[in-house]
């Protein structure tokens, strides 16, 4: 999850650069050190987007586990072939 919510920030962060650079300059609730723009894209990921993120992270782990699951099925069966 942590890694999906920097993607989805640098992403953002990102898109506002090229797409909208009027944004870059944007004042934003938490500055702190970082630029408006990233804590504007961190702040987006981490409360509309934090869902979309965590079902994605469901979804990978699920496949990830069904791959590992027949890979070890495969080996089994290949070990008990072997004369």
Do not use: H
């Not at 890694?3 to 920030?9: A, E, K, P």
């Not at 506002?16 to 987006?44: D, I, Q, Y």
Request: a positive charge; glycine letters at 8%; one cysteine or more.
């Amino acid at each position: 999850v942590c890694r999906g919510v920097s993607d989805v920030t640098a992403a953002g962060a990102i898109g506002a650069w090229v797409f909208v650079p009027e944004t870059v300059e944007a004042p934003a609730p938490c500055v702190g050190l970082l630029k408006p723009v990233v804590s504007n894209a961190l702040l987006r990921a981490m409360t509309t987007c934090f869902g979309s993120i965590c079902f994605g992270t469901l979804v990978v782990a699920v496949v990830s586990a069904l791959v590992e699951t027949l890979k070890q099925l495969k080996y089994k069966r290949m070990s008990n072939c072997v004369p």
